[in-house]
């Protein structure tokens, strides 16, 4: 404990979208705000993972804030799905607009964070001494944000170049002539296979679990369609309102099953060539929950791998077997599975040949070595719940969160925990926020409370946390509601599974499945309620 502690209103933890946007409505009620990031600059996820290819999926026109008139008539976006510098820049653009960087310290990791009940204040404390306490606590940490690396002995025996997608260096990396091995076929691998393989010398793909990967179908945005975006904005975030998981692509109102097979065939055909995730968000609105409808488009994609891929073994190795299509997160691809029929590009099958170490000079299966000069671990994130683990939270009675949510995270709403008073979860467990076009829910989030603490100042409250029967019957709801829902069945970071790191080996629901108008919907009544299921003082 070397530093003075500085004393503010509220702290907030991150400076991505939702952390950025916090700061912006909380000096809007007068506030004195103190964001905590442990990052050299804003931007959350756009700021991390500057990996080759990464780029959104949502639709860039509907992924920017809504809530400001002038940033929507300023900033323009160059593509349809834009690449993670441009959305960089878009965070920058939004930070020096709002003039959000004198309220945030940068490169500080907050390592923990204490509730004292008797002054009603949180202390939060950083790795590298920074002190601070304030009455309000909100986490803008992140879903995707606590990297995992494999727990395969050898890592750091490894004396090539090797780096984490999600940590990747601000310099360029040159992949020309090099022999390069990806270890991670989920979303960000995809994403950086397609991209390292066009320049690379040797690529060698390590997949334990292949995913149904569907085209982006990226563009440039031509001045005249710009012209339109902007003109149409309430529009387009009316409808992104709308949809389940608030993307522009809304469910098609017909059963997979109620159309002719020619009929099903061609509309599979059209979303297959549409851009996004029109496949996957605006399909027939029972392929997600009924089995029989989910073997359709399953089929369809399958038939889609092995038009794609020229040698059928390699086809047949990138086939999911274990899950139906859109029970697991749709990766969007721009020319994946061509990459394997490049000459200079191979599959390995972990199922079959198990990575057993990495050694100074590359990668060894059960069957052999596989020397190269690159290792890439594009092997994700410990979701959700992760970037919570990695903090030291205690509520009242020195309680630990970790031990709390030890058997699957208990919330109200997924914004409060009781027993953690005046501490507001964004885009945490529970909430529709993590199964979203996240920043459409980020700003219903962070509207709520926003409002929620501006109810307490109106009435002097100094103290908020949920009742625990409410605590209770939300977190019964969110099980109830996923039950219904095919992912539900599935091993996925969705459902809590992280075989890279300990004790996430049991399903869990993390995600509130019920969409996001019924989350919405449930949270204004609950306001309207006078907070009902909540209790000051
Ligand atoms: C590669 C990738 C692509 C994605 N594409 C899309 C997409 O197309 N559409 C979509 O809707 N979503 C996408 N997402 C999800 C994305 O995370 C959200 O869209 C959004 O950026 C989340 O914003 P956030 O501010 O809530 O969290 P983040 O952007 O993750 O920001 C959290 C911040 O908190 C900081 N932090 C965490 N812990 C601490 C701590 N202990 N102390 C201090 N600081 C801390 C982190 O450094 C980070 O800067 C993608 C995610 C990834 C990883």
């Given at each position: 404990m070397s530093e003075p502690t500085s004393h503010y209103d509220a702290i907030v933890i991150g400076a991505g979208i939702s952390g950025m946007y916090q700061l912006h409505r909380l000096r809007g009620l007068g506030l004195r705000v103190r964001v905590f990031e442990a990052?050299?600059?804003?931007?959350g996820t756009w700021y991390w993972n500057r990996y080759p290819g990464a780029r959104f999926d949502s639709e860039s026109w509907t992924y920017?804030?809504?809530?400001s008139d002038e940033i929507l008539r300023e900033w323009e976006w160059r593509e349809h799905f834009a690449a993670q510098p441009e959305t960089l820049a878009y965070c920058n653009f939004v930070a020096d607009k709002l003039d959000l960087r004198r309220d945030i310290e940068f490169g500080a990791r907050i390592a923990a964070a204490v509730y004292d009940d008797a002054a009603t204040e949180w202390h939060v404390e950083s790795v590298d001494g920074r002190r601070a306490r304030a009455r309000f606590l909100i986490t803008a940490i992140g879903p995707l944000s606590a990297p995992t690396m494999p727990t395969i002995p050898g890592v750091d025996t490894f004396r090539g170049e090797a780096y984490h997608t999600a940590m990747w260096p601000h310099e360029p990396v040159s992949f020309a002539g090099k022999r390069v091995a990806v270890i991670g076929t989920g979303a960000t691998g995809v994403q950086a296979i397609t991209e390292i393989a066009k320049t690379v010398g040797h690529l060698t793909v390590f997949q334990r679990t292949p995913n149904w990967c569907a085209p982006l179908h990226n563009r440039p945005i031509d001045a005249g369609t710009q012209a339109r975006i902007t003109a149409t904005y309430p529009d387009i975030f009316a409808r992104c309102r709308d949809s389940f998981g608030c993307f522009i692509h809304q469910a098609d109102p017909r059963k997979a099953l109620e159309v002719s097979p020619e009929e099903r065939e061609a509309f599979y055909e059209a979303l297959y060539a549409e851009p996004g995730f029109g496949i996957w968000m605006g399909n027939f609105r029972d392929i997600l929950v009924d089995p029989d409808a989910n073997a359709t488009i399953t089929d369809f994609m399958r038939r889609k791998i092995r038009a794609r891929v020229t040698d059928p073994a390699v086809a047949a190795t990138l086939i999911p077997t274990n899950h139906g299509f859109g029970t697991r997160r749709v990766p969007l691809e721009s020319g994946y599975y061509e990459?394997?029929?490049?000459?200079?590009v191979r599959l390995v099958d972990l199922r079959a040949t198990p990575i057993a170490r990495v050694t100074p000079a590359g990668v060894e299966t059960s069957d052999r070595e596989y020397a190269v000069d690159m290792i890439v671990y594009a092997t994700g994130f410990d979701a959700i719940t992760g970037a919570f683990d990695r903090i030291d939270v205690r509520g009242v009675?020195?309680?630990?969160l970790r031990d709390k949510w030890a058997g699957g995270p208990r919330t109200y709403l997924g914004i409060q925990i009781a027993g953690f008073p005046n501490l507001f979860t964004l885009v945490g467990p529970h909430n529709a926020a993590s199964f979203c076009n996240i920043p459409r829910c980020i700003e219903q989030n962070v509207d709520w409370v926003t409002a929620l603490i501006a109810h307490m100042r109106d009435r002097a409250h100094t103290r908020v946390e949920p009742t625990a029967e409410a605590e209770r019957d939300w977190t019964e709801h969110v099980h109830d509601t996923g039950r219904?829902?095919?992912?539900?069945q599935v091993d996925s970071w969705m459902m809590g599974i992280n075989s890279n790191v300990a004790g996430k080996d049991t399903r869990t629901f993390l995600v509130y499945a019920g969409g996001a108008p019924k989350y919405r919907e449930r949270c204004d009544e609950v306001a309207a309620a006078g907070y009902a299921g909540f209790r000051f003082r």
């Open positions: 990052g050299a600059g804003v931007g920017g804030y809504s809530f990459v394997y029929n490049q000459p200079n009675g020195g309680r630990r219904r829902m095919l992912f539900t």
